[in-house]
């Protein structure tokens, strides 16, 4: 890797390593004193090792990218007759056949595990409170919501080291670069009033982004008093409660070394859904690794339960074996008495007497190891 592979790889460089590198393509005479090349060889080694440094200590990335979502054809919705053609006309051609847009996608540069802090903004527009806290699941997104009287909201998203979360913007009038306490983010003014903020921390690996719907909202005032404030009460932290009580509270008794518990979500059986579900994330912080385990009772609005065979349900859940039909390598399994099917990353069973689907997911593991956490699963007393 070279200075200009560096610079490449860093993006948004400080001008002086810029103007360094740079030079380094100048044509120099032929005769030049030694103690000038001793220099310029001792300032480009300095210059390489501090950008080896940037790059180690980057943790994630804001990528944008154009994006066009095609609208459906209102054709069969049309005006007809002869008295309508000038009307139906005049509707359909106001009608956008397509959005244009851009998606900004917060991308994890290295594999270091980063917990969610408790950062969010301290200072809120007058009228708006806080009516919605995410759980931490799954691990690395938080989302709050603010609302005023009038129905108006605010989105904040906090994210870390989460490859791929993304955030959709359509109908830009305006993009603006900013900075949020020396902080690199891009503004967005959109159409009917709406603006979106998104900003990094690039040595921390911290991702936000705020999204208001009404034009008089000082977004950039709210980012800039983001910090560290008291921990947050998810708002559906006692749906969770009720699930555990629902389904049962079911843990591993195996997990191979370094994994600990880092976060719990679920949600009861609730008039008008049709299912309940627990879901448990497993993590090794010194070597990033995850395991996810969930389970959930599916029935159908007729009360039939979904999956009338344990290998019917279990397939459910496998992704790779449902959408190839069972095309891919795999294996009948075992848990506690209940038969299940197993992939090399996913593991699902069933328990048919009580309405209850299992899966397990890793790609940090070994099949052995998954399948060795799968058999040690029991319910809590």
Known sequence: MNTYDL???????????????????????????????????????????????????????LRTEKITVQMPSNGDEQLSGPENTTAATETTSSIPTAYEGERITFDEVHNVFIALPNYYPQQIPDGYTMTFVS???????????????????????????????????????????????????????QRGGMRTLAWIDEKQGYGFALRAEEDTVDLLAMAQSTAEGAPLKPTHSDKTLQALAELGDFSPGYLPEGFEEYAVAG????????????????VNREENKLIYFEYETYKLPNGAWAGSEAKTASAAFIPDYHRTNGQVPHKQIQVDGMLGLMTDRHAAWADPEKDRVFHLYSKDVSPEELLKVAQSIRENP
Do not use: C
Not at 14 to 29: F, K, M, N, S
Not at 36 to 58: E, F, P, Q
């Open 267 to 282: 949600y009861p059986l609730m008039e008008g859904s049709w299912y309940s579900y627990v879901r448990k994330w497993y």
């Open 7 to 61: 610079l490449e790889l860093i993006g948004d460089t400080p001008e002086e390593y810029v103007l360094d590198a740079g030079g380094l393509g100048q044509q120099t005479p032929a005769k030049k004193p030694m103690g000038k090349k001793l220099l310029l060889i001792a300032a480009i080694v300095a210059a390489t090792a501090l950008l080896m440094g940037s790059a180690i200590t980057r943790l994630i990335a």
């Open 135 to 189: 759980n931490d699941a799954p691990l690395q997104e938080r989302v709050i919501y603010y609302e005023n009287a009038a129905g108006h909201r605010i989105t904040y998203w906090l994210i870390v080291g989460n490859p791929g979360t993304s955030i959709e913007i359509y109908g830009i009038e305006q993009k603006t670069g900013v900075k949020v306490n020396g902080l690199p983010g891009v503004l967005y003014d």
